[in-house]
């Protein structure tokens, strides 16, 4: 028998990993080096077509449905494909990186999903990237333990029925893979690495368990971007003959420009359709960058006063409710990201009490399931939702007829009283430097103040300093924001974590490099379109 053909691919400045040859093996490569080939120049299309949209969105300063697409808005017929048993049921449904311990706890939480995290919530060392897709492997193989080094602490999975369905998710369509090229040199998309890996090592696998390999497409910007995915669906079922429609893909709208193709997103898919996802952070994120040179009607004030009740956030998350269950998909609502306090029962009471308020919300307005950050809070999270549903293992029977968004009310930003306070711009400060800091060491989900933050986090941070700046924002003291005043927060927090955390460990971290990348993204004029990608330049691994 001859010996495997080499790889196309070359794996590029990246230290030996235990065990990567179980993940990174010469088949497996070469489904990911097709995969390359056949979508990463449609890819690079879309990206810059995102470019040219952003360009007309600055000409116009507004958004409305596609009349191109119309037809397929009004056509009441066509359905996305029915829920596999797995994905029937998705009232809780928790999030987290695929590290061992996680992966294990996770598993076990009791939620009903875990979306395993290639993006947001995973720094994309080259460690992460591939011992992720070996830790999500050992689990289907039920070879996977962990022991706490610092507690002793043993982790173990329970029994398969008892296991949370994984919904895993791949790097969005922006961020390439430095690490693995091909002949040219080229990088490969980290959505393809990370979607390819795990298809291909772990498809039948799920096939045998009564499962299938489920996705959430993040970033998606346009339905052109889903027909893309669905084109790699098709390709790679085809690839490993299996049948059509074993994929299932759950769509994050979490950009402004997709909130108006919810329909065509799901249309584009609908062999493979799931449902989509109401992402907060990054939302909002995407109304800054999309609308920041559009004066004062669309500045935001400090995140955490921008609630889900917010006339246009209220718009968007009903809007999407109606799409889905118009077409038979889920519609999955929003992150809770507290982390219960170990030392202090009051936090803790006034968290456990806005999530609870949160959760009824959702369940009550026609989600069909939601998102927590912490085990803690799926108990929390399944009460409000077994309240509604009962034994049904969803609400798309709830058509929601009654919602009725117009294209305006969707980025009517200025339907919100709050402004921009002193404390919020601490705030934004605080947490980028800090969320960066941690990034920089190859985390991607970090506790901060309590609450679970990801990389959406820090991007609705520099977005919202970056915004301030140039919308010449009068605080709530009477300073107005410059780069100046930047600066001077910046410095401020700067010694602050240093006295906090003392000169060792100060010296140790990131700190002075987090706190310059964060002014360099908040404070350039050329406005970066992803904090990860000059971030990704500078983290090591």
Sequence with gaps: ??????????????????????????TALAFVAELHRRFTPRRDELLARRAERRAEIARTSTLDFLPETAAVRADDSW?????????????????????????????????????????????????NVVLGQLNLIDA???????????????????????????????????????????PDGTPVPGALVDFGLYFFHNAKRLLDLGKGPYFYLPKTESHLEARLWNEVFVFAQDYLGIPQGTVRATVLIETITAAYEMEEILYELRDHASGLNAGRWDYLFSIVKNFRDGGAKFVLPDRNAVTMTAPFMRAYTELLVRTCHKRGAHAIGGMAAFIPSRRDPEVNKVAFEKVRADKDREANDGFDGSWVAHPDLVP????????????????????????????????????????????????????????????????GAVAIFNLMEDAATAEISRSQIWQ?????????????????????????????????????????????????????VSLDEDYADFLTLPAYEQLKG
């Design 1 to 26: 028998m001859s010996a495997p053909a080499p790889s196309p691919l070359a794996i590029v400045d990246a230290e030996p990993l235990p065990r990567q040859d179980e993940v990174l093996t010469d």
């Design 79 to 127: 359905q996305v494909a029915p829920a596999p048993e797995a994905l029937n049921d998705r009232r809780v449904e928790i999030t987290g990186p695929t590290d061992r311990k996680m992966t294990i706890n996770a598993l076990n939480s009791g939620a009903k999903v875990w979306l395993a995290d290639f993006e947001d919530a995973s720094a994309p060392t080259w460690e």
């Design 140 to 182: 289907y193989t039920r070879n996977i333990d962990f022991t706490d080094p610092r507690s002793g602490k043993s982790y173990a999975l329970r029994p398969n029925e008892e296991l949370a369905t994984v919904v895993m998710r791949p790097r969005g369509w922006h961020l390439n893979e430095r690490h693995l090229t091909d």
């Design 380 to 443: 929390i999270a399944m009460e409000s939702f077994d309240r509604v549903l009962g034994d049904k293992p969803n609400q798309k029977d709830r058509l929601r007829e009654d919602v009725d968004v117009k294209a305006e009310d969707l980025i009517a930003i200025d339907s919100l009283d709050a402004k921009p306070t002193y404390a919020g711009l601490v705030n934004a400060v605080q947490v980028g430097i800090r969320y960066i800091e941690a990034w920089l060491r190859g985390l």
């Design 468 to 520: 301030w700046i140039n919308a010449g924002v009068v605080l709530d003291n009477g300073e107005q924001v410059t780069a100046e005043l930047a600066r001077k927060v910046a410095a401020e927090e700067l010694a602050n974590i240093r006295a906090e955390i003392g000169e060792e460990a100060f010296v140790a971290g990131n700190w002075q490099q987090a706190h310059d990348l964060l002014l360099k």
